[in-house]
């Protein structure tokens, strides 16, 4: 609670937190070593071994095979059907059963498979506390974030926030100085790179839609199908689900650093990769299993024959990692945003690649997280053979912001000293290059597209400092914004009508006008889903409440105040209520809230 108030306060919204995986620490790690069927019992049984004693366990999980996986043994619990259950010994026809073998939704992973078991790499000694070797339990903040904070869309960005919060200093993972000039950030890129040769394939970048482009050739077999446990847990807990430890790799990477990458089948390419724009009526099987009809306004990525990737958004079945896979061709880049907003947004196509590239991308990472890629890789048993690269580094120049130290103060009606000043904006990761006087010259990061003015600067120093330390005043309002006698009698309703909600236990809301059905229909809708005006509050009243109820408040009391638009334009107001009637004290009635308690409101 603490640290999502912090985050709130500094204009994160925080829409939940929860513990994951609470009783990891009571499984541990067995191998399957024998399967055999028992006349009279349906399901396998199966033989485990936890590096001390043997057990015997009926599985009728569909991957369930010789090998490694995560037990529950008897007196532990699991999550099951979304609710807590204590194992035993449990007897099936003549067969006992002692515990179960676990998969990833049993564990407790949000959004894990149901129907599968959690495989275990084979690296991982037996008998092991799963809760170790898995860094569980642990704790997941669901995030909103706003469409100018792609640098949020990541690991690395939220922890930079929380070190300028707490004052703390982060792990540094490159030099500082690549984060401020990518001429600097492709040094230290070809310097790593150094004793690779820069061949293996052609590349062709034909179009200004993708200023930067790497593309890196990685050969190998790889030492395990399945994927090392930490990479496993966090992607399981970032909402992603395990796949290969090729693209499991990219995909951790991805919510590390927020550069999204593609690993292509290198064998399935025909001489090397073009990024242009797609033919008309030009058709890719895209990774989704959805078959696409291209336009020429789509931004592609193709061999020399066919089209083998829409850029940024989704890949191919064409150039599709396999178990067969030797060669990988990694792919990172920098596509604009406004490209992939409106190829995806055509295709509808929401991938976590789409929403990040859509949103802007850290130019420097484009760069930065293929070197971390190669290290992983390497542990897998793939090695970088070669190498190519495009750069147009003219389109990431770097931004400049003046500003007065007395310009902040006067700007937020705040008091601050010039030092308090500097080192907000220092520990936000902006760079001061030049100080004259009260006059600041600052570079923010590449990664920050959104710092371009100096009002922005005061922004980030407000945040630093939290939106609740400014002083209350009351704002110049000029003569020609009084409101009229009719106006101040209708807000003064209003306010009256709130305060009586408020009274009786009610929270006021504020939701989105926007719905899936209604008269008016939007031009260009923000979310395709909601394309019209909303006729009522009443669906958004219902929309709350369930929220509410999901996340686990038993009684909720929401109103609202707001404009709908049946057909025309007109001022509305709902209210809903679910759990007790009353609150919850030793002398009050104990029922559940009714119609009669709805009707009661209305007449009062």
């Not at 291209?294 to 178990?323: C, H, M, R, W, Y």
């Not at 196509?349 to 130019?363: D, Q």
């Not at 006087?437 to 003015?453: A, E, F, Q, Y």
């Not at 707001?562 to 002398?587: H, M």
Request: with cysteine; hydrophobic share 40%; aromatic share 10%.
């Amino acid at each position: 609670d603490f640290i999502a108030e912090k985050l709130i306060m500094r204009g994160i919204e925080v829409e939940s937190w929860s513990k994951v995986a609470n009783f990891a620490e009571q499984y541990k790690i067995v191998e399957v070593i024998d399967i055999k069927h028992v006349e009279g019992v349906r399901l396998p049984v199966c033989t485990i071994y936890d590096g001390q004693s043997k057990y015997q366990v009926v599985s009728g999980a569909p991957n369930i095979k010789k090998g490694k996986f995560v037990y529950a043994p008897p007196g532990s619990k699991v999550i099951k059907n979304g609710e807590i259950i204590e194992l035993g010994i449990k007897k099936i026809k003549n067969v006992e059963s002692f515990g179960m073998l676990l998969s990833p939704a049993e564990i407790g992973f949000p959004g894990g498979e149901e129907d599968k078991l959690l495989e275990v790499n084979e690296e991982v000694e037996i008998g092991e506390n799963f809760g170790k070797v898995f860094g569980l339990p642990d704790v997941v903040f669901d995030l909103s974030i706003t469409p100018q904070r792609g640098d949020l869309l990541s690991i690395f960005g939220v922890a930079a926030e929380l070190s300028a919060i707490f004052k703390r200093e982060m792990k540094k993972f490159f030099p500082e100085e690549v984060f401020y000039d990518i001429q600097k950030t492709l040094n230290f890129f070809e310097k790593e790179l150094k004793g690779i040769p820069r061949k293996g394939f052609q590349l062709k970048v034909e179009s200004e839609r993708c200023p930067l482009y790497i593309g890196i050739l990685f050969s190998g077999d790889l030492r395990s199908r399945i994927s090392p446990p930490k990479v496993v847990s966090r992607l399981y807990l970032c909402g992603a689900r395990p796949l290969n430890p090729i693209v499991d790799v990219t995909n951790y990477i991805m919510f590390e650093f927020g550069q999204p990458t593609h690993a292509f089948d290198f064998d399935k390419i025909k001489d090397g990769i073009v990024v242009r724009l797609a033919k008309d009526g030009e058709n890719l099987l895209c990774l989704d299993g959805k078959g696409r009809t291209l336009s020429q306004d789509d931004l592609i990525i193709a061999d020399f024959e066919k089209p083998v990737a829409i850029a940024g958004a989704v890949g191919g079945e064409n150039t599709a990692i396999d178990d067969k896979t030797q060669n990988v061709l990694l792919e990172s880049a920098f596509f604009l945003p406004s490209s992939v907003r409106r190829t995806s947004k055509r295709h509808n196509i929401e991938t976590e690649s789409a929403y990040r590239f859509a949103r802007r991308v850290s130019p420097p990472f484009v760069l930065l997280a293929p070197l971390k890629i190669r290290e992983l890789f390497q542990n897998l048993g793939l090695y970088p053979q070669g190498f190519d690269l495009f750069a147009n580094l003219d389109y990431f120049g770097q931004t400049r912001i003046e500003f007065d130290t007395d310009f902040v103060n006067d700007y937020a009606g705040t008091n601050l000293k010039e030092d308090e000043i500097l080192e907000a904006i220092k520990s936000l990761g902006i760079k001061v290059e030049r100080k004259v006087g009260t006059k600041i010259l600052c570079i923010p990061p590449l990664s920050r597209g959104d710092l371009k003015i100096k009002e922005d600067i005061v922004e980030e120093v407000l945040r630093f400092y939290g939106y609740e330390t400014i002083p209350s005043s009351f704002p110049y309002i000029p003569s020609f914004f009084v409101e009229s006698f009719d106006d101040v009698k209708k807000r003064i309703l209003k306010e009256r009508i709130k305060d009586f909600f408020v009274s009786i236990g009610f929270s006021e809301v504020k939701t989105y006008p926007f719905s899936h059905a209604g008269a008016l229909k939007i031009k260009n809708p923000i979310d395709k889903n909601l394309p019209y005006l909303s006729p009522n509050l009443r669906e958004k009243i219902l929309e709350v409440i369930l929220s509410n109820l999901k996340k686990g408040w038993e009684n909720v009391r929401v109103f609202e105040i707001d404009k709908v638009f049946p057909e025309e334009e007109k001022e509305s107001l709902c209210f809903g209520a679910a759990g007790r009637a009353y609150p919850e004290l030793w002398n009050s009635e104990k029922r559940k809230i009714d119609i009669f308690d709805i009707k009661g409101i209305v007449e009062t």
